[in-house]
């Protein structure tokens, strides 16, 4: 039978997507027909207001969006470095800069090209959620591209023009007539949908379910 296909939409500042992905692999890792699973990522926006060029402390944007106090912005953000840990992440949100993610999601695509697609998303998981990088600054992202393999004449020149921007243009309208309204989120076999950074055995359960019905058609 043909690879059965996981879409999956995130967006590289998303902290439930690095957890979600994370149980998506532990889910993975003890399933039989793991080799037939291909995996291919999406893009999506959690802000696609959040303006070009502008980088605050991503504390500073929850306050202003929540209207939460600074010290209910630190429970929330613990909360899920919790989380996080459990999964064998390390978070450092108290240093994440918010920024508009557009050249980032093109970088995956690029990244993607070039046969490393998840290696590239995890990168930039990474960078935002537990380093503090500036994901929207083109020299940060041509070294995090290159650390997994990404030649870097070609990150600069895509940045340097609308490379791939099309690409991700149409990762947004395909979540839009999905109805995806938050990530993560995914897509098992083009039928299941599994929404959210839901437990290892949800995505056990989802894997089995999808890999059934693709073996029965």
Same mark, same amino acid.
């Given at each position: 039978? =043909? $690879?059965?296909?996981?879409?999956?939409? =995130?967006?590289?500042?998303?902290?439930?997507?690095?957890?979600?992905? &994370?149980?998506?692999? &532990?889910?993975?890792? =003890?399933?039989?027909? #793991?080799?037939?699973?291909?995996?291919?990522?999406?893009? %999506? !926006?959690?802000?696609?207001?959040?303006?070009?060029?502008?980088?605050?402390?991503? @504390?500073? *944007?929850?306050?202003?969006?929540?209207?939460? +106090?600074?010290? !209910?912005?630190?429970?929330? *953000? !613990?909360?899920?470095?919790?989380?996080? $840990? +459990?999964?064998?992440? =390390?978070?450092?949100?108290?240093? /994440?800069?918010?920024?508009?993610?557009?050249?980032?999601?093109?970088? /995956?695509?690029?990244?993607? $090209?070039?046969?490393?697609?998840?290696?590239?998303?995890?990168?930039?998981?990474?960078?935002?959620?537990?380093?503090?990088? *500036?994901?929207?600054?083109?020299?940060?992202?041509?070294?995090?591209?290159?650390?997994?393999?990404?030649?870097?004449?070609?990150?600069?020149?895509?940045?340097?023009?609308?490379?791939?921007?099309?690409?991700?243009?149409?990762? %947004?309208?395909? #979540?839009?007539? %999905?109805?995806? @309204?938050?990530?993560?989120?995914?897509?098992?076999?083009? #039928?299941?949908?599994?929404?959210?950074?839901?437990?290892?055995?949800? %995505?056990?359960?989802?894997? &089995?379910?999808?890999?059934?019905?693709?073996?029965?058609?």
């Amino acid at each position: 039978m =043909s $690879a059965l296909v996981i879409d999956i939409w =995130s967006d590289v500042v998303c902290p439930w997507c690095w957890i979600g992905k &994370r149980r998506l692999e &532990r889910a993975l890792a =003890s399933f039989e027909h #793991a080799d037939d699973v291909e995996v291919r990522w999406h893009s %999506f !926006q959690l802000d696609p207001s959040h303006p070009a060029g502008l980088r605050e402390p991503t @504390s500073e *944007t929850l306050a202003r969006k929540t209207g939460a +106090a600074p010290a !209910q912005v630190r429970e929330m *953000t !613990q909360r899920v470095t919790d989380l996080a $840990a +459990a999964e064998g992440l =390390s978070y450092r949100l108290d240093r /994440a800069i918010s920024v508009n993610t557009l050249d980032a999601h093109r970088l /995956a695509h690029l990244g993607a $090209a070039h046969g490393l697609g998840d290696a590239m998303h995890e990168r930039l998981l990474a960078a935002h959620l537990g380093e503090g990088e *500036t994901v929207d600054d083109h020299d940060t992202l041509v070294r995090l591209g290159a650390e997994v393999g990404v030649p870097e004449d070609e990150i600069r020149g895509m940045l340097a023009g609308d490379g791939y921007a099309a690409e991700v243009e149409a990762d %947004f309208q395909q #979540a839009r007539r %999905f109805g995806i @309204s938050g990530v993560p989120f995914f897509v098992l076999g083009g #039928a299941y949908g599994v929404s959210g950074a839901q437990p290892v055995e949800t %995505f056990a359960g989802a894997l &089995r379910q999808a890999h059934g019905a693709a073996a029965a058609r």
